[in-house]
């Protein structure tokens, strides 16, 4: 899986951290509160922007092993923590300090298409990531929690898109090109036919035929002025993939693509959820 670019990540990050649902990463929080230190995957890194979320959150010192296909978005990842977290070279990671606790970070090149295994060797204490399964096939999600169920790991897995999508003024092609974006999101991302916004109602099935605890919330973005660079780029890239489709004709993308460009607020649907191993 590639194609997703460090400028990209960069921009999306603050409304990341936003969305994220307060009561599911308080309660991740408590259950870990207490340990001598935890080890933490984090599958399909990006730029690293799960780690500067989360880690703050937990107290307890942390070692991260951070996992991704694409060398370019590793190399960022090791450049922007180091730079957030004051980290000194330790070997092949880093050495963080973050609310005045150490965070060691190693980062690991991996295939999760073939295999999610290697990333789980050594078997750490949780497992997550961010806007991560909607671009995975549905066949995929079953068989990660299968290992994941071997393993008996907890699964803090945040803002998956769910498919909702709502545009302030209206415009009246926004149907027919959520409907093409939501076909082309299903496109193969390197892991089979995309699970797209059908990701969050596999991945909690799944879980649950496995005995897990599932707790899910909504973690919408809510973009306004404040996002106007994010609208702009959400907008064209939402009629790019429409149109490339088929789906809908080039002048209606591009007209939505104008009208959405200076549109006054949008909310992106995403999905939050914290998985607990049966007892």
């Given at each position: 899986m590639s194609g997703f670019s460090p400028d990209w990540l960069a921009l999306r990050e603050p409304a990341d951290l936003r969305a994220r649902d307060a009561g599911l990463l308080g309660a991740l929080a408590r259950r870990l509160a207490g340990r001598e230190a935890v080890t933490i995957v984090?599958?399909?890194?990006?730029?690293?922007?799960?780690?500067?979320?989360?880690?703050?959150?937990?107290?307890?010192?942390?070692?991260?092993?951070?996992?991704?296909?694409?060398?370019?978005?590793?190399?960022?990842?090791?450049?922007?923590?180091?730079?957030?977290?004051?980290?000194?070279?330790?070997g092949?990671?880093?050495?963080?300090?973050?609310?005045?606790?150490?965070?060691?970070?190693?980062?690991r090149q991996a295939d999760l298409a073939q295999s999610v295994d290697a990333a789980l060797d050594p078997t750490p204490?949780?497992?997550?990531a961010a806007a991560f399964f909607d671009l995975v096939?549905?066949?995929?999600?079953?068989?990660?929690?299968?290992?994941?169920?071997a393993r008996r790991l907890p699964l803090y897995a945040v803002l998956t898109y769910d498919g909702e999508e709502r545009w302030s003024p209206?415009?009246?092609?926004?149907?027919?090109?959520?409907?093409?974006?939501?076909?082309?999101?299903?496109?193969?991302?390197?892991?089979?036919?995309?699970?797209?916004?059908r990701?969050?109602?596999t991945l909690e099935a799944a879980?649950?035929?496995?005995?897990?605890?599932?707790?899910?919330?909504?973690?919408?973005?809510?973009?306004?002025?404040?996002?106007?660079?994010?609208?702009?780029?959400?907008a064209d890239g939402i009629a790019a993939a429409a149109a490339d489709t088929g789906r809908v004709p080039p002048e209606?993308?591009?007209?939505?693509?104008?009208?959405?460009?200076?549109?006054?607020?949008?909310?992106?649907?995403?999905v939050d959820v914290l998985a607990l191993p049966p007892s």
């Amino acid at each position: 899986m590639s194609g997703f670019s460090p400028d990209w990540l960069a921009l999306r990050e603050p409304a990341d951290l936003r969305a994220r649902d307060a009561g599911l990463l308080g309660a991740l929080a408590r259950r870990l509160a207490g340990r001598e230190a935890v080890t933490i995957v984090d599958l399909g890194c990006g730029a690293g922007s799960n780690l500067r979320a989360l880690a703050p959150a937990l107290d307890v010192p942390q070692r991260w092993r951070l996992v991704d296909h694409d060398p370019r978005l590793l190399d960022a990842a090791r450049q922007r923590l180091a730079a957030w977290g004051g980290g000194a070279a330790d070997g092949a990671g880093l050495a963080l300090t973050v609310g005045g606790r150490r965070s060691d970070v190693e980062f690991r090149q991996a295939d999760l298409a073939q295999s999610v295994d290697a990333a789980l060797d050594p078997t750490p204490d949780l497992v997550t990531a961010a806007a991560f399964f909607d671009l995975v096939s549905e066949n995929w999600i079953e068989r990660f929690v299968q290992t994941l169920a071997a393993r008996r790991l907890p699964l803090y897995a945040v803002l998956t898109y769910d498919g909702e999508e709502r545009w302030s003024p209206p415009h009246a092609a926004d149907a027919s090109v959520l409907a093409a974006f939501h076909a082309h999101q299903g496109r193969d991302k390197g892991f089979g036919p995309a699970a797209g916004p059908r990701a969050a109602a596999t991945l909690e099935a799944a879980l649950r035929r496995h005995g897990y605890a599932v707790a899910t919330a909504a973690s919408p973005w809510r973009l306004g002025g404040a996002e106007r660079e994010l609208i702009r780029q959400l907008a064209d890239g939402i009629a790019a993939a429409a149109a490339d489709t088929g789906r809908v004709p080039p002048e209606v993308a591009r007209n939505w693509a104008a009208a959405r460009r200076v549109a006054l607020s949008a909310l992106i649907g995403h999905v939050d959820v914290l998985a607990l191993p049966p007892s």
